[in-house]
């Protein structure tokens, strides 16, 4: 009777352990996908921030639309140039109304805003020297009273990036030690109840391979449920995330998507089998002393 509740405490605390591998593997498998999927979207993904930043074109109190208008249809032929957007004086007042309230610009007889033109540049000429040049161009228009850009917001991206991808690094190679030692103790514990069963196999002559061979065979197939785990996870938060960054999910596409879950695949695989084979490739070599004080 003991000996059943024995067995029975021991399956439990072997699932319950199989369970937690399976969901801190699938925890560090969604933060390697998520880095995988920036990896092989790096370029799209700061090309998108490039061509999304705005080159701002004031034009000058007394220019009238119709001349603001033929003057964009000249910006949009220059080279560089990957989109334009004409915004009207009562465009530019209402979007400053939402920006600083309407109260601000009661203070003014007329509205301060002049007509603009949004310049939306291709990410190759995001560079301070392409925009240097693209100012002076379209600084040397008569109609031109200003033109405005921000090139520290590229470079702040560029840095951020950087220091979120190596504190992602840091936190993946934690998560991952982790898991191997979560894999490890549900090696030892199912070694644990089955330790006579395999040193009389060894007496008998079975190879190290041909015991390690269920193991490793279980702990792939534990790495699997777990990258697929973690591939609903990722792919739930992408689901999630499309609406607010419609724009910028439409640099995904669904070869990325499946080198990404490719990769998610073959790592909690990996990570399953090579910790459980060394783990069984260092226990098996047991002798009965060290199966009794195992």
């Not at 560079?127 to 161009?137: F, G, N, T, V, Y």
Request: hydrophobic share 55%; charged share 15%.
């Amino acid at each position: 009777m003991s000996t059943y509740k024995s067995n029975v405490t021991m399956r439990r605390r072997l699932v319950s352990a199989w369970i937690s591998t399976v969901i801190s593997l699938s925890l560090v498998l969604l933060l390697v996908g998520v880095g995988t999927l920036l990896l092989v979207n790096a370029k799209a993904v700061t090309d998108y921030f490039k061509e999304n930043m705005q080159v701002s074109v004031l034009l000058k109190e007394q220019v009238t639309e119709e001349d603001g208008l033929a003057y964009e249809s000249k910006i949009s032929a220059l080279p560089g140039v990957r989109a334009t957007r004409f915004v009207s004086r009562e465009e530019g007042v209402e979007e400053m109304s939402n920006l600083l309230g309407r109260d601000f610009l009661d203070v003014f007889e007329t509205a301060p805003v002049p007509v603009s033109i949004d310049v939306s540049l291709e990410a190759a000429y995001v560079q301070a020297d392409s925009l240097k040049m693209m100012r002076e161009i379209l600084s040397e228009s008569p109609l031109v009273e200003e033109v405005n850009y921000q090139t520290s917001l590229v470079d702040a991206l560029n840095a951020n990036l950087a220091k979120i991808s190596i504190a992602l690094l840091v936190l993946v190679g934690l998560l991952l030690f982790i898991s191997f030692v979560l894999i490890a103790n549900v090696v030892r514990l199912e070694l644990f109840s089955r330790r006579f069963s395999i040193y009389t196999m060894h007496l008998v002559g079975a190879t190290k391979g041909y015991i390690r061979a269920p193991f490793v065979g279980r702990a792939a197939l534990q790495g699997l449920f777990a990258a697929l785990l973690a591939i609903l996870l990722l792919v739930g938060m992408l689901f999630v995330l499309k609406d607010e960054f419609a724009q910028m999910f439409s640099i995904f596409t669904l070869d990325t998507l499946l080198i990404t879950m490719g990769v998610m695949v073959a790592a909690g695989v990996l990570i399953c089998a090579i910790s459980t084979f060394f783990v069984v490739g260092r226990l098996v070599g047991y002798n009965r002393d060290q199966l009794y004080a195992y």
